[in-house]
């Protein structure tokens, strides 16, 4: 099994780089702002307080989240081929509940850091914000992101560095040219 935490700051590209691995390398692929964004669509009172969250660029609660991997680990079709985890971990206390998790399912799992200058990525979201329909996809929400990831989020690159699995990419090139350095990495993996 290929298992791939995929972390970066917002627009970073982790939902563009997911697509491109799960295409190649047929991994499932779990979106955490995806599975939030599907709560709020539905209406419920949930998805009420996940969206006064999310619009303000804010986190998620770490418990609420847990239960959202938890489910998913364990609901994998046991022929699965791998997962990419695109958007979590976030904080350290959510990185230190995913390793007990991964033991608990025997697996493990590479953290892939996708790395980008601060004014690229303001620029991709910016020119996303024109057309995605995300509420959160505006220049002071875009900065409040930005803030939470490096307050909050930044940090368990250090925690996956001591664990020995980090894997930074240099995240400011073309779409194809960030997935050729993602390949290499999960080739050697594989290998
Ligand atoms: P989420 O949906 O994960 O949003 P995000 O982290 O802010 O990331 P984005 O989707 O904005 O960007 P991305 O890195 O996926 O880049 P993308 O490929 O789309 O989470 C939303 C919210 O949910 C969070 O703010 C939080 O509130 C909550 N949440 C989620 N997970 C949570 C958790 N674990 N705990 C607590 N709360 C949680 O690319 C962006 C744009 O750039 C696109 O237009 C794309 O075409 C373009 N682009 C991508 N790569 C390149 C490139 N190399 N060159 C040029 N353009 C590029």
């Known amino acids: 099994m290929l298992n791939i935490i995929l972390c970066g700051a917002p627009g970073s590209g982790k ?8 295409e190649k390398y047929g991994l499932q692929h779990l979106s955490t702002g995806d599975v939030l964004r599907a709560e709020i669509a539905s209406g419920s009172e949930l998805g009420k307080k996940i969206d006064a ?36 971990p ?4 959510q990185a230190e509940s995913l390793t007990e998790l991964l033991k608990k399912y025997q697996m493990d799992a590479i953290m892939i850091d996708l790395l980008v200058d601060e004014q690229l990525l303001i620029q991709r979201l910016i020119e996303r914000g024109k057309v ?17 990831y490096h307050n909050q989020t930044e940090p368990i690159a250090l925690y996956y560095l ?28 594989i290998k």
């Open 132 to 148: 995605s329909g995300r509420a959160d996809d505006n220049l002071n929400t875009i900065r409040h992101r930005i803030a939470v």
């Open 162 to 189: 001591h664990h020995g699995n980090y894997c930074p990419v240099n995240g400011n090139h073309a779409v194809e040219d960030v997935f050729l350095q993602i390949e290499r990495i999960l080739d050697s993996h």
């Open 90 to 93: 976030r904080t350290v206390s």
């Open 15 to 22: 939902g563009t780089q997911s697509g491109f691995i799960t």
């Open 53 to 88: 969250l999310i619009s303000q660029g804010n986190l998620v609660p770490d418990e609420m989240m847990y239960g959202v991997i938890e489910n998913y680990l364990s609901s994998l079709p046991k022929d699965s081929k791998g997962v990419i985890l695109d958007g979590y």
